[in-house]
C-alpha cells in the first residue's frame, strides 16, 4: 500500500522537542504548497472518506492520537498515530479515513497541492472503479 510511517528528525534538548520539515527533503519529497490542520475534532466523529487523484500529503499527529485507516481497493490497515516524532506519508491513491480522534488531537497536514475539489474522490465505489482502471 502506498504509505509509510516515518521518523521525523528532532532537535530535542532540556527546553524540550522542535521538528523542522523542509520541502524536497527526505521527509517531504515535494513542494509544500498548503498546511492545514484538523483541531477539536467532536467525539466520535470520523473524517476523510476519499482519496485524491494527485495529492501527496504528509500527516503528523502533534498532540493526542487518532487512527487512520487506509485502503487501496484490496486491503485495510489502520495506523495509530500518537506522536508528533512520526509521520504518515500518503500516496494520492490511498483511501482514508481518521477516526477515534482524542478531545486533543491535532492533526498538522502537509500537502503538495493547493486545495482543489476536483481532486477528490470521495465516492468508494467510484475510487473503485478508479483505481481499477489505472
Ligand atoms: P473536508 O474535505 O470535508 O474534510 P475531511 O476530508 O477531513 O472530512 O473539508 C472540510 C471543509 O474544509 C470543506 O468545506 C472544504 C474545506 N477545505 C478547504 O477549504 N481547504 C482545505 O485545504 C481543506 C482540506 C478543506
Redesign the pocket.
Known sequence: MDYRLIDLPSHNDERGGLVALEAWSEWVPFEIK?V?Y?FATAQGVE????AHRKLQQLCICVSGSCDFVLDNGQSRETVHLNSPLKGLRIGNSVWRE?KNFTPDCVIL?I?SEH?D?AD?IRDYQKYLSEINHI
Open positions: 498548503r492545514y484538523l473524517r476523510g472518506f476519499h481518521m497536514v500537502a486545495y475539489e477528490y
